[in-house]
């Protein structure tokens, strides 16, 4: 064998015994992945990942005391952005981002966007909240003293934002990247981008899915407006939760990208009209979605009936909006001679005088919740205040219509009864100083005195009733706390050594005099007026006033809850006749002074008022007036209330008509019930 030939032979034996070498490692390797490592492997190859996602419950409605809707739900389309399919690249992220905003803005949607900087440069901050904006730079990782320019940025490197997109789109990026960031944007939280978009945009959109990894269409329930004039301030709204509510709410369940309500009945019974949210599980293996499943069904939220009737509610707003259009029609001589000025402001309250419900309440102005969002800005800035509802929160001296409870305070302590008499020669001489009443009214008693609204009757009690016994019974009306409203509204306040102490105004023995017959520093709410008639009504019962009737299933179906009526105090005297000595008096002032068109005799019963023209700062005075009907069994109590007006009482005819209208309506519509039952 030549020497070439050997060291073939060699080569070919060496690579022989390397491919046999390789081959018996592989086997063993093989053997050992099959017998011995099998189940390490399969086990590697079935790990998964479990996510688990929110699915939000359809909140309840809120419909009024004859089932009437005034706040639905309607199907429409949000546009979501689902964590496991969206890219984790900023890059394309950003590229779908941009994507989806371009398509959404052919259609005039735009995202909501909470970074409190402005969109075009010279940027500044949007927000004079020291504490949210120090917020706003740490989440970003900044100190204090950073500037928009430093937060944008930021922003900009931290997301990998293009420098070729224009500084509009860098801005809507930031925006929306920080949005997410609030929100919690994550596999477990996807994240609504827009809601209630047109059917048009859903149709692009969907053309589009494959350029627009993780977005999706969700056909989702969206809070919805029947009736935007019933009691819109009551009524309240709903809105995203905001960082600074996140760590509340979280611990009751609530996801960053949840709905809540935010104001009214909304909030107050937010617990009931919630629902409880469902939950979603998905399963990820090597990043990708292998099962997806429903593993808690949602819960719809219950629907909320008021005590409210839709229809009673809107004639009370016509009836206050018509008196005030027409006011000057009704203006003479005397009213003249007070120089009032144009009159654009005032409120109404009707209660059901059986437990307290509200039956309507009117505020004028007011606004639409159909246009309130849009129209905000105006609202906000108007002179006149229609976001303020002054039947809960207008603030007001009550005039003669404390003599009321003036007259419960001397008659529960003892100091006059129904024949008791004070002289009235229409001057009264008290410490130095005179004061004055309407008319020389001879001897007087307590009847003709609510009658004819004798001040000298009422400043002569209070000599012996004193500040003290004047603002107890101030107390056990309800004045100067909170009615119970579900809502809530303005507890006013009380006039009284402490108060002007408080505001560092000067208390005079003459206070005392002013106070008892509802002058003074009184501020008092026309809601805690129609409670005052209402206590009176019920011979000394005070009930808190409510809003909400019962509560149904989403369905109504089945009622799940009656609220019951709560009694807040009871002032004794009933036993007595007490009331029914004021009820005599406030009887007798229904037929004072009232012209033909206005008479409130002809109803077939009795109708018990009493009114006032407490003088009110620069507005020379307001016009008030409280009451209940019928009055030998009570079925509502009232109060309204103009400011800077005279003759409101000119309105109760219009009131009580309109409730008799109102009770036609459910008398007949029981017996449509009764009548298809059988």
Known sequence: ???????????????????????????????????????????????????????????????????????????????????????????????????????????????????????????????????????????????????????????????????????????????????????????????????????????????????????????????????????????????????????????????????????????????????????????????????????????????????????????????????????????????????????????????????????????????????YMEDYESLLEDENRPLVNRATRGEYRPGSTFKTITATAGLCEGLISGYSEYYCSQKYLFKDHIYSC????????????????????????????TIDGITKYAKLYGLGQSTGLETGGSAGHLSNPEYYKEHGLSWTVGEVLQSAIGQSEWGVTPLQMAVVANTIANEGVRYEPHLVDSIWDYNMENKLEEIEPTVAATIPGAEEGYFSLIEQGMVAASVTNMPYEYSLADFGYSVAIKTGTPQQGSRVQDSFFIGYAPAEDPEIAFAGVVEGAEYSKYMIKSIIEAYERYKDRTDNTASQSASDAQ
């Open 1 to 371: 064998m030549n020497k070439s030939k050997y060291y073939l032979y060699l080569k070919g034996v060496s690579l022989t015994v390397i491919l046999l070498g390789v081959a018996c490692l592989c086997g063993y390797r093989l053997m050992k992945i099959q017998l011995v490592d099998s189940e390490t492997y399969t086990s590697r190859k079935n790990s998964t990942y479990q996510y688990t996602q929110s699915i939000d419950a359809t909140r309840g409605e809120i419909v009024d005391v004859c089932g009437k809707s005034i706040i639905v739900n309607k199907q429409g389309y949000s546009v979501v952005i689902l964590p496991e399919q969206f890219p984790d690249d900023y890059a394309e992220g950003n590229a779908v981002l941009i994507g989806i905003t371009n398509i959404l803005a052919k259609y005039g949607v735009q995202p909501e966007i909470s970074m409190p900087i402005s969109r075009t440069a010279p940027y500044t901050f949007t927000s004079d909240d020291e504490a949210a904006l120090e917020k706003f730079k740490s989440n970003l990782g900044l100190n204090v003293y950073a500037t928009t320019d430093n937060c944008i940025s930021k922003m900009i490197e931290d997301y990998e934002i293009s420098p070729e997109y224009t500084d509009d789109q860098k801005w809507l990026l930031c925006g929306l990247r920080y949005e997410m960031y609030l929100r919690g944007f994550s596999m477990s939280n996807r994240f609504t981008l827009a809601e209630d978009i047109p059917e048009e945009a859903v149709t692009e959109i969907k053309e589009s899915g494959l350029y627009l990894s993780g977005v999706d269409i969700a056909e989702l329930p969206l809070r919805s407006i029947a009736q935007g004039d019933v009691i819109p301030h009551e009524i309240g709204t709903v809105g995203p939760i905001y960082a600074e509510e996140y760590e509340e709410l979280s611990q009751k369940g609530y996801q960053l990208d949840d709905t809540v309500g935010k104001s009214g009945i909304e909030k107050a019974c937010e617990d009931y009209l919630r629902g409880e949210e469902g939950v979603k599980t998905i399963s990820v293996q090597d990043g990708e979605v292998i099962s997806s499943e429903i593993t808690t069904p949602v819960t719809s939220g219950n629907t909320v009936m008021l005590t409210v009737d839709s229809t009673f509610q809107k004639d009370l707003q016509n009836i206050l909006e018509d008196f005030i259009k027409n006011f000057d029609d009704l203006r003479d001589e005397k009213t003249e001679e007070l120089e009032l000025g144009e009159v654009t402001n005032g409120a109404l309250v009707v209660l059901d005088a059986k437990d307290g419900g509200v039956l309507g309440m009117a505020t004028c102005p007011t606004y639409d919740l159909n246009t």
């Open 438 to 465: 309407t008319g020389g009214h001879g001897n007087i008693s307590l009847i003709p005195a609510l009658q004819y609204s004798c001040n000298i009757y009422f400043y002569k009690l209070s000599e012996d009733l």
